[in-house]
């Protein structure tokens, strides 16, 4: 293996942070400025009534279009995209492709 230092993504007042977590069962996303160390916007599969069940690319792009509504409305419209150490893939692919068509810009 190679050793090599992984790129840290830091977001800003001005284009805060989307940050993505998956697990087998749900998927989260975040909205995050660094600097101040606070949560902007979020949305997850977790909370009531969103999804029946959040561990599928459905609910993933239920999560994307809620996380750009909620991002857009407290006046974010650009974003930078942290995955995580999940790939670009799957659900991840599928809520940032959500996120995209409901106007977040990254």
Not at 12 to 37: C, F, H, M, W, Y
Not at 85 to 106: I, N, T
């Amino acid at each position: 293996m190679r050793n090599r230092k992984k790129r840290k993504i830091i977001g800003t007042a001005e284009r805060p942070r989307l940050a993505v977590k998956r697990s087998l069962k749900n998927i989260t996303a975040q909205v995050i400025d660094d600097l101040t160390g606070r949560t902007v916007a979020a949305a997850s599969t977790v909370e009531k009534g969103i999804v029946k069940y959040g561990g599928n690319v459905a609910a993933a792009k239920v999560i994307g279009k809620l996380i750009a509504e909620r991002a857009i409305a407290k006046g974010f419209k650009k974003v930078v995209f942290d995955r995580g150490r999940s790939l670009y893939h799957g659900r991840v692919q599928a809520l940032a492709d959500a996120a995209r068509e409901g106007g977040l810009d990254f």
